[in-house]
């Protein structure tokens, strides 16, 4: 079964960071680009950030550029998120998504999110 | 950056009947090489993550019941549910996967019974 599982997220103040991870199982994790898709409490849905799968080219949105850094251990079957210089406005729901090859594309498989708040 | 905009924002509709969500985006999402639009539709259900429903505007998703059919090429699509069903209730998400990310997504619909 294809799963992903996110963990890392928790309470953190302004100007803070903090580590996102997303474990995946039940597909060839090296030959699929990934994404982070976030959703603010009562917002819709945000990508944030995406990473091809072997070649590992790397995508921002204008939001977080320069602030988060996404990476892969394909040896882990693992996707990370580095988030830094964090802001409240950066407090949601994260979201670990597979795309349907190794180029970003449709997300065909979502993990269950983790949640990151952002707050003195 | 292409922005997708859906209309209505929200939609009561009446059990068994159709609904309708359409989604527009700032610049073509059709792919001339291969005649594709790089378009996908998302369902949202309360307390769960987003699941693929639509992809290549109008190619169902495995699993997904054939109620749910996707149309439109170009900048303008649409989502169809031919007979709403209880378990339809969610909010509904368009997004764009043309050319290099950033992917933005529609604001949402959200559809509700009547």
């Known amino acids: 079964e294809v799963q992903l599982v996110e963990s890392g997220g928790g309470l953190v103040q302004p100007g803070g960071s903090l580590r996102l991870s997303c474990a995946a199982s039940?597909?060839?994790?090296?030959?699929?680009?990934m994404s982070w898709v976030r959703q603010a409490p009562g917002k819709g849905l945000e990508w944030v950030s995406g990473?091809?799968?072997?070649?590992?080219?790397?995508y921002y949105a204008d939001s977080v550029k320069g602030r988060f850094t996404i990476s892969r251990d394909n040896s882990k079957n693992t996707l990370y998120l580095q988030m830094n210089s964090l802001r409240a406005e950066d407090t949601a729901v994260y979201y670990c998504?597979?795309?349907?090859?190794?180029?970003?594309?449709?997300?065909?498989?979502w993990g269950k999110g983790t949640t990151v708040t952002v707050s003195s | 950056d292409i922005v997708m905009t859906q209309s209505p924002d929200s939609l009561a509709v009446s059990l068994g009947e159709r609904a309708t969500i359409n989604c527009k985006s700032s610049?073509?999402?059709?792919?001339?090489?291969?005649?594709?639009?790089?378009l996908g539709w998302y369902q949202q259900k309360p307390g769960q993550p987003p699941k693929l429903l639509i992809y290549?505007?109008?190619t169902r998703e495995s699993g997904v019941p054939d109620r749910f059919s996707g149309s439109g090429s170009g900048t303008d699509f649409t989502l169809t549910i031919s007979s709403l069903q209880a378990e339809d209730v969610a909010v509904y998400y368009c997004q764009q996967y043309y050319s290099t990310p950033p992917h933005s997504f529609g604001q949402g619909t959200k559809l509700e019974i009547k």
């Open positions: 039940g597909f060839t994790f090296s030959s699929y680009a």
């Open positions: 610049q073509s999402v059709l792919y001339s090489s291969n005649n594709k639009n790089y």
């Open positions: 998504a597979k795309h349907n090859w190794g180029s970003p594309g449709y997300m065909d498989v």
């Open positions: 990473i091809r799968g072997s070649e590992g080219s790397t």
């Open positions: 290549w505007a109008s």
